[in-house]
């Protein structure tokens, strides 16, 4: 399966500022996906994002506050933007495997101050 | 929303069995259900799949009914490490195809 680096592992940031989420994966996928999981909860998924085309957000998501880049089929980032404490939370890229399903980030634990 | 139904916690004590039961009564018949599993807020770990026959690997084995609408996965000899959120998905086997997940299991294994 594909293996997946995503950086940074943690933050800490202030409110109002901005935080960008990058994900590398070893193989060249044509979907990758981004999550958010809230403390205490399920994942929630944000936005589909193929190279090439505008990232599809999920009902709930925009792109003004979640502007996704996926510049080739091995990166793509996200971008946490003027953040409020309600912001914190893990956030999880994945990309799609046809044997396994899903292969998962280990995750971006946020908190916004 | 998702399409599965879940119990919302389980124990099981250590070396026994664990059965986790999963409700899927819409799926339809491309979809494959898959399980897997997220330990203390790790990214979810893949466990296993099927369409409509048994599935056993090295983790667990995987029972779907006849008909389809239900499923069960066992771990057959729970240790502590399998303490975690044990989600049920179905989904198209298509990497197009988006994982939407439930509330999951909290699967507690006790000493």
């Known amino acids: 399966s594909a293996v997946i680096s995503q950086k940074p592992s943690r933050d800490i940031c202030q409110r109002g500022t901005s935080l960008t989420i990058q994900c590398q994966v070893d193989?060249?996928?044509?979907?990758m996906f981004w999550y958010r999981q809230q403390p205490g909860q399920s994942l929630t998924l944000i936005a589909t994002a193929n190279q090439g085309s505008e990232a599809t957000y999920e009902s709930g998501f925009v792109i003004d506050k979640f502007p996704i880049s996926r510049p080739n089929l091995t990166f793509s980032t996200l971008t946490v933007s003027n953040m409020s404490p309600e912001d914190s939370s893990i956030y999880l890229c994945?990309?799609?495997?046809?044997?396994?399903?899903?292969?998962f980030g280990s995750g971006t634990r946020l908190t916004v101050v | 929303d998702a399409k599965t139904t879940q119990p919302p916690s389980m124990d099981c004590a250590e070396g026994r069995a664990a059965n986790l039961p999963c409700n899927h009564s819409t799926i339809s018949g491309n979809e494959y259900v898959y399980w897997y599993r997220q330990i203390h807020s790790q990214g979810p770990q893949y466990i296993i799949h099927?369409?409509?026959n048994n599935e056993t690997n090295e983790m667990a084995s995987l029972i779907i009914t006849e008909d389809r609408k239900s499923s069960t996965l066992i771990l057959p000899h729970a240790t502590l490490r399998d303490t975690a959120v044990y989600y049920c998905?179905?989904?198209?086997?298509?990497?197009?195809?988006?994982?939407?997940f439930g509330s999951g299991t909290r699967l507690s294994i006790r000493p």
């Open positions: 099927g369409l409509k």
């Open positions: 998905i179905v989904r198209v086997f298509s990497s197009a195809s988006k994982i939407i």
């Open positions: 193989s060249q996928v044509t979907m």
């Open positions: 994945s990309v799609a495997d046809e044997n396994y399903g899903y292969t």
